[in-house]
């Protein structure tokens, strides 16, 4: 009903605000983007990535959590992360590794995204200031209003 106020419309996911969320997917697309494999297990990218992600208890959950960028298999030996546009282009397990400038368009889409979250954010934090101190002499009044009339003023 109020989902207008708060901005949690369907479809709109405020996941790039979790920190280092951003940072993480970037790293998640150069290496499912230039790896000779086309998709990787859990263990495979904590190896590469040297761990976990800073923003998700682990890459497989990242993955899921942005679908705008990877899919996540389940395999015969756990789930299998891929890039989309890499999985596409590929053939069976192995495909060529995408260019430096299809990379650069996906990290800049993820920045997009990124950006415009933080600009939802602002902009709804200014509506619920501005609510805020409109509401506050009505709140002020009615309060002055209940002592009074409690108290015989």
């Not at 280092?20 to 697309?29: F, K, N, P, S, T």
């Amino acid at each position: 009903m109020f989902g207008w106020l708060t901005g949690r419309r369907r479809n709109q996911s405020q996941e790039y605000l979790n920190r280092g969320r951003l940072e993480d997917v970037i790293a998640l697309i150069q290496v499912l983007g230039l790896d000779r494999a086309i998709s990787r297990g859990e263990r495979a990218l904590q190896e590469v990535l040297r761990g976990a992600p800073n923003s998700a208890k682990s890459w497989t959950d990242l993955s899921k959590q942005h679908a705008e960028f990877f899919r996540v298999y389940d395999g015969t030996r756990g789930h299998s992360i891929s890039l989309i546009a890499r999985y596409l282009t590929g053939n069976g397990e192995d495909g060529p590794a995408l260019s430096s400038e299809y990379i650069t368009g996906l990290i800049d889409a993820a920045v997009h995204i990124h950006q415009g979250q933080i600009q939802r954010r602002q902009v709804l934090r200014v509506a619920w200031a501005a609510i805020a101190f409109a509401a506050l002499p009505a709140i002020i009044n009615g309060s002055f209003a209940l002592v009074a009339k409690y108290y015989h003023w």
